[in-house]
């Protein structure tokens, strides 16, 4: 009896435990660390597209000067080479002198004659009419002494002849002195116009043709890539050299098409690299490509499937320092909280 008293007391002192235990938990769970999970890729340093240019010539020729070397720092619009051009120099001053006659001689027929220049011609036809009449008395008087058989008829035909002269004389200094009095025919002014204006493009072909003999800068930068040395040809398609803006650099990662869901632009994400093993550099996702593809850059999990095709994703660089193209990097892109939600559902 006594035995199964123990007993009973102990039942229920258990039963209270459990009830307690159970009250006590009521509406609680067992809390289980959360694990965050990230995108992990792999990836290059890139130039930024529009701040890598490839310098090439619009003209053929030799390149005469190209002092430069890869590392130069250059700024945009200046001179970086110079191809060979005595002749498109030589071209451009001779249409710059015939540009200058024109000019001289429009203004000259522009302006008409001076009083000077009609005074001489009224002089000369004033001269002119003296010496026709002068010569059509003497033609009078050998008319008369032929008719009385005191000169030969040679000696007549003469004086009828210097008289003809005369008159004509006089006619052409009544039109030289009608010319300067009207001033410059309408033909005239058009046709010196015109020979200006062919002056004037030959100068602007020659003038635009030297411009491009100076090869310049389109960015400002850095030579990264030298393709030519001075005395060798150049042709319209082969680039001299190439020019970049190295503080315009990104990511472009590849990530595994079954982590792609966890990338949404925006995403913030850590970079590093072999070369600065103990610094993480910090960006965020620009771009999203539309399509997988087969994987560039191999990945340094061995375990990493090979075949497994990837999504270009294009990360922005709160800072670059240090960083070159090219350079192979690890990735990490944490996802957004809409995306951990949607990942939770």
Known sequence: MKLKTVLLIAVIIIGIGYFSFQKTGEGKSTARPEVQRRAAAEGKVEIVPGYEVEISSELEGRLESFPLNEGTAVKKGEIIAMLANSDLRAKLRESEAELAVARARQRETASGAREEEIKEAASALESARATMEFEKTSRGRHGELFRKGYIPKELLDEKEKNFAVAAANVKKAEETKTLLEKGPKKETLMLNVEEVTRAGAAVE?????????YITAPISGKVIRKYLQRGEGVTKDKSIAAVADLSRLRINAEVDETDISMVSIGALAEIKTDTFADKVFKGKVDEIADYAGARKV???????????????VKISLDDNAGLKPGMTVDVKIKPSLSDKKTAGN
């Open 205 to 213: 072909y020659y003038s635009k043709l030297l411009e491009k003999t």
């Open 298 to 312: 191999k990945p340094n999990d061995q375990a990493k499937n090979l075949d497994m095709k990837v999504v270009q």
